[in-house]
């Protein structure tokens, strides 16, 4: 891997775990994170060693602050824009093609909060705190936040967060539906990696595609997605690991996935 500078990244055998490595400013994402993120996860796409990724925050206090306010000086509505509309670290987490895993520790705010939605699965502390606080700042989400929080909430809870700008805790976050598993702060890490390990033994590319498919159905309707995955879930006999699968039950013996 690449040395980088706001974010560090470790391989733990098939799990790769990528820190945002600001804890000075509670890991707040400026544009030097994003073009590492982006960076990173074009690295991790390509490393058949890792089968998925572990995104979290350095220190004790916070996952991720937000976007960097400071860098907020100065923009204009077009700079602005041209930057949420390049290739974006949100944008780069959602088309990552292995499962990938927030592992909140702290501040989930704003663009935290965007980042962590982008990932396919959250797992939280109890200490964790979530909000959409860009209301606050006279401005509104712009990483996704309206549009992720309200598939994965509910509108009214989700028009609740946005429109108020006020923390929720991580039980209400469990409630919500918005994370996973909530965990002890100091059990976070352990339940996440044992949750990876689980997740990192199966097929990759059935892995893949069940993604894809998930993903899918919060951007089509019912008849397109139902197509979508009869067409995922036949690609996936074409697989070595299909047959690998189906004979490991046959003979009562655990598979051996090869992403093949
Ligand atoms: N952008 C830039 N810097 C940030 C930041 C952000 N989103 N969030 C925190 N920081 C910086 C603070 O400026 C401070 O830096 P300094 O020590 O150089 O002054 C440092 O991180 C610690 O934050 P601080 O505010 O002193 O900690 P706190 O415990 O008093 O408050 C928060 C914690 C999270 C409540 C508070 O930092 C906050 O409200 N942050 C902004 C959240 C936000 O609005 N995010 C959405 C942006 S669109």
């Keep these: 891997m690449a040395n980088y500078d706001t974010i560090t990244v470790e391989k733990r055998g098939r799990v790769a775990v990528l820190t945002i490595n600001r804890p000075d400013k509670l890991n707040a994402l400026n544009k030097?994170?994003?073009a590492?993120?982006?960076?990173?996860?074009?690295?991790?796409?390509g490393d058949d060693s890792v089968k998925v990724l572990i995104i979290t925050g350095a220190g004790e206090r916070s996952f991720i602050a937000g976007a960097d306010i400071s860098e907020f000086e100065g923009q204009t509505p077009v700079t602005q824009r041209d930057l949420f509309h390049e290739k974006t670290f949100f944008n780069s987490i959602d088309a990552f093609p292995k499962p990938v895993i927030a592992m909140v520790n702290g501040f989930c705010l704003g663009g935290g909060n965007e980042l962590a939605m982008a990932c396919d699965l959250r797992i939280c502390s109890g200490k964790a705190r979530f909000a959409q606080p860009e209301i606050n700042l006279g401005i509104m989400c712009g990483g996704?936040?309206?549009?992720?929080?309200?598939?994965?909430?509910?509108?009214?809870?989700?028009?609740e967060m946005v429109l108020t700008g006020d923390m929720i805790d991580a039980e209400t976050a469990h409630r919500f539906g918005l994370?996973?598993?909530?965990?002890?702060?100091?059990?976070?890490?352990?339940?996440?990696?044992?949750?990876?390990?689980?997740?990192?033994?199966?097929?990759?590319?059935?892995?893949?595609?069940?993604?894809?498919?998930?993903?899918?159905?919060?951007?089509?309707?019912?008849?397109?997605?139902?197509?979508?995955?009869?067409?995922?879930?036949?690609?996936?006999?074409?697989?070595?690991?299909?047959?690998?699968?189906?004979a490991a039950f046959l003979e009562k013996r655990k598979p051996v996935f090869k992403g093949r």
Excluded: W
């Design 32 to 34: 030097q994170v994003h």
């Design 36 to 45: 590492e993120g982006v960076a990173a996860l074009d690295e991790l796409r």
């Design 144 to 159: 996704g936040g309206t549009q992720r929080l309200t598939r994965l909430v509910g509108e009214g809870r989700s028009m």
């Design 179 to 246: 994370v996973n598993h909530v965990y002890q702060a100091a059990e976070l890490e352990a339940k996440t990696m044992e949750l990876a390990e689980k997740i990192a033994e199966k097929a990759p590319i059935a892995l893949q595609l069940s993604k894809e498919a998930v993903k899918f159905a919060s951007r089509s309707n019912l008849d397109e997605g139902l197509r979508r995955e009869v067409d995922l879930f036949a690609i996936c006999f074409s697989t070595e690991d299909k047959k690998e699968g189906v």
